[in-house]
């Protein structure tokens, strides 16, 4: 299997300019969590879809941040405008029922 | 709320010795799940070992295994052997088993090994 597919890797972009990150999970999960993680505060949880459907978003920091899973397969993270303390590495994971979550291999961002 | 707390920062090993990482975690549920995960430079978050909370066996995989103490809320990892590949931060996680199941972290103890 391929693992959790994330692209891209690496995204430098502007204060103010949309960001969209995307996440492929791993076949058959039927679970997807997004995270984020920074020196301050380490690994959190932003949002979490079951069956595609968004279950927990109260990680999500506030309106710029919007997320999507329109199929299985592909699931989006979009910054809206961004700012610079949204620079950080952006983690997709996936898991099947109640087993381990896989992680994909982040994608870093920096907002100049 | 449940937490994870990881208290060293830091630790280090000379290579072929045996390194343990502590961890503790607060939560009121019985049944739950805890992992170990390594972050390698390179980033990516991969999965060490698994531990349910009901199972009173320490789980292993090749060099590494656990030290689950329920009572005592504590579930620190045991690295035998130590190799060069091992560098890494190491994360403690917890994840309750109802509900969303999410993830909660520890702060990550990053490991170096001496050669």
């Known amino acids: 299997d391929a693992g959790v597919i994330q692209s891209p890797r690496h995204e430098v972009t502007e204060m103010g300019q949309e960001v969209t990150l995307r996440c492929k999970p791993i076949?058959?999960?039927?679970?997807l969590f997004w995270y984020r993680q920074t020196m301050m505060r380490g690994l959190e949880l932003l949002i979490y879809f079951n069956n595609n459907v968004p279950i927990d978003d109260s990680g999500m920091p506030e309106d710029r941040f919007s997320a999507k899973m329109p199929n299985a397969s592909f699931s989006t993270l979009k910054i809206q405008p961004s700012e610079p303390r949204d620079s950080a590495v952006y983690f997709c994971?996936?898991?099947?029922?109640?087993?381990?979550?896989?992680f994909g291999p982040g994608t870093r961002l920096l907002v100049l | 709320a449940q937490t994870v707390t990881q208290s060293q920062p830091e630790m280090s090993v000379q290579e072929a010795e045996t390194v343990t990482l502590s961890c503790t975690y607060d939560t009121s549920e019985s049944d739950y799940y805890l992992f170990w995960y390594k972050q390698p430079p390179s980033r990516q978050m991969i999965l060490v070992i698994r531990q349910e909370a009901y199972k009173q066996q320490n789980a292993t995989e090749n060099r590494f295994s656990v030290n689950f103490q329920k009572a005592a809320k504590s579930f620190s990892l045991k690295i035998s052997d130590s190799q060069l590949g091992d560098a890494a931060m190491y994360f403690c996680a917890y994840s309750p088993i109802q509900g969303a199941q999410k993830l909660v972290f520890g702060q990550g103890t990053r490991l170096t090994i001496n050669p």
């Open positions: 076949s058959g999960h039927n679970s």
């Open positions: 994971a996936s898991r099947i029922a109640r087993e381990t979550q896989y």
